[in-house]
């Protein structure tokens, strides 16, 4: 069996020493998914559609211009490693791991990060709700439409919680309008259906948004020690610090 955790030299997210799955027995394939079977299609969405929030990331998580020297950041649910590439090049001193269950969004973005010399910044293929670190790993965390296909939320922020150390922060950022953050979901179904018919994919059919009250409910069931949630048009914010 291919191993769920593909291990890098890097060291910063290691694979299992039992050998077993990552995953529950009772979660589906990793392959019974559409960012498998047509990850052209969201890649070209998060690269060419998609709002770009680097710069909201930046200001909001580094408000003196850069992270310090050595700083750790894991994305979760990376995809192509839209966000991971950018921040590993505008900070070679940052150190960046992006996770997703995709193999083949994964593949673009190792490919785009060598087509670029990033050593700072590797690719595994993780769960996001059971990531395999130790508590208190990362300084910071970033996420972005990771719940609109994600049922289980309050693990993943559970996770968020854990992997973080004291004063490590998050950054998500979630899309706030249904018919928008569903069309990627809808052409992906079309488009699958039609050399993949019957295959019983994971995602649904239509993205979940948040309300804003679920969205800053959703981040306090964790004891940070601060919470800051916003909005700005489509999409909205939250920035989450560790005590």
Request: charged fraction near 25%.
């Amino acid at each position: 069996m291919q191993p769920d955790i593909i291990a890098s030299n890097h060291d910063v997210v290691k694979a299992s020493t039992s050998g077993s799955s990552v995953l529950p027995s009772n979660k589906r394939d990793y392959n019974d998914s559409l960012f498998e079977h047509v990850p052209w299609f969201y890649v070209f969405c998060r690269e060419r559609l998609f709002r770009d929030d680097t710069e909201r990331i930046i200001a909001a998580l580094w408000q003196n211009g850069g992270p310090p020297s050595g700083t750790e950041l894991i994305e979760l649910g990376c995809g192509p490693g839209f966000y991971s590439r950018r921040l590993a090049q505008r900070f070679p001193s940052l150190s960046v791991v992006g996770v997703d269950r995709s193999e083949n969004q994964l593949d673009r973005a190792r490919r785009r990060a060598a087509a670029r010399e990033l050593g700072n910044c590797v690719f595994e293929r993780v769960n996001v709700l059971e990531l395999p670190c130790p508590e208190a790993r990362f300084d910071v965390l970033v996420a972005s439409r990771l719940f609109t296909v994600l049922p289980e939320r309050d693990q993943a922020v559970a996770e968020m919680y854990r992997v973080l150390r004291s004063g490590g922060r998050c950054f998500i950022a979630e899309p706030r309008n249904a018919v928008w953050a569903s069309i990627p979901l809808f052409v992906m179904w079309l488009l699958a259906s039609v050399t993949h018919s019957g295959n019983g994919y994971r995602e649904p059919l239509k993205a979940t948004v948040l309300s804003d009250d679920a969205f800053e409910d959703l981040f306090r069931q964790q004891p940070w020690k601060q919470i800051r949630t916003w909005r700005d048009g489509r999409y909205q914010y939250a920035l989450c610090e560790k005590g």
